[in-house]
């Protein structure tokens, strides 16, 4: 994302792999098992999902994770709140997601998400394609500047996982907050997607990811008071 500089933000792609779909790809400094867990634990889906800036928030975040369960996020913004909701349909820690997602302002056109994780020498290529109803509802999106506020979120993803030079990571591992005392695999900690939400007078349009629960072994928060994980 131009202007950025978070780690891996210039790896931001978003591209029409059909006349009915959007993929977006980035590449996050960290195992899949810590992007899984970021993307689908909802303490931490709360701390990056459409988090664009001061006044964003996500005051409900419910997640069933298991296929056929149900989730549900809303997002609240300086104007308002939106809402998006769906049904897990697939799941395979940590390579594949895929679930439905539904803009509750128009309830009657659902958007089927396939998220995919793909290990890189130990980095993580995230590849999110978002599948339409229709030719005009994708083409509805892409003119909404939804790219922008995608970056924005990956880019809080990313910070969440471990602002650079602060601690290692706001998630916890198992393994304790000394960076030095981690397996490898775990070192290289510096990183952790997707819907469009109207929310800012500046146009910048919410692309948040659709999360999902997972295993509670890596991640637990130290901010976390609730959470369905």
Partial sequence: MVGSSTVN???????????????????????RRLVFDAMTKPEHVKQWWGCLGAGY???????????GGAWRFVNRHP?????????YREITPPSRLVFTEIFEQFPDSVSVVTTEFSDEDGKTRLTVTVRYPSLEIRDT??????????????????????????E???L??????????????YRPVLALLTHTVPTSD???????????????????????????G
């Avoid at 928030?57 to 296929?67: G, K, L």
């Avoid at 509670?216 to 976390?224: H, Q």
Wanted: proline share 10%; charged share 25%.
């Fill in 9 to 31: 933000s210039e790896s931001f792609k978003v591209t029409t792999s059909s006349d009915r779909e959007i993929r977006l790809t980035r590449l996050f400094n960290a195992p």
């Fill in 141 to 166: 999106v892409i003119a909404s500047g939804m790219s922008k506020g995608a970056g924005i979120s990956y880019d809080r993803l990313e910070d969440l996982v471990a602002p650079e030079g602060v």
């Fill in 202 to 228: 500046s146009g910048v349009e919410a692309f948040m990811p659709l999360p999902a629960r997972v295993p509670a072994r890596l991640a637990r928060s130290p901010d976390s008071a609730s959470g369905t």
């Fill in 57 to 67: 928030s996500v005051p409900v975040c419910e997640i069933d994770f298991r296929p």
């Fill in 168 to 170: 290692t990571s706001r």
């Fill in 79 to 87: 104007k308002g709140e939106v809402a998006f909701h769906g049904e």
């Fill in 172 to 185: 916890d591992t198992g393994y304790g907050r000394d960076v030095h005392h981690w397996p490898p695999p």
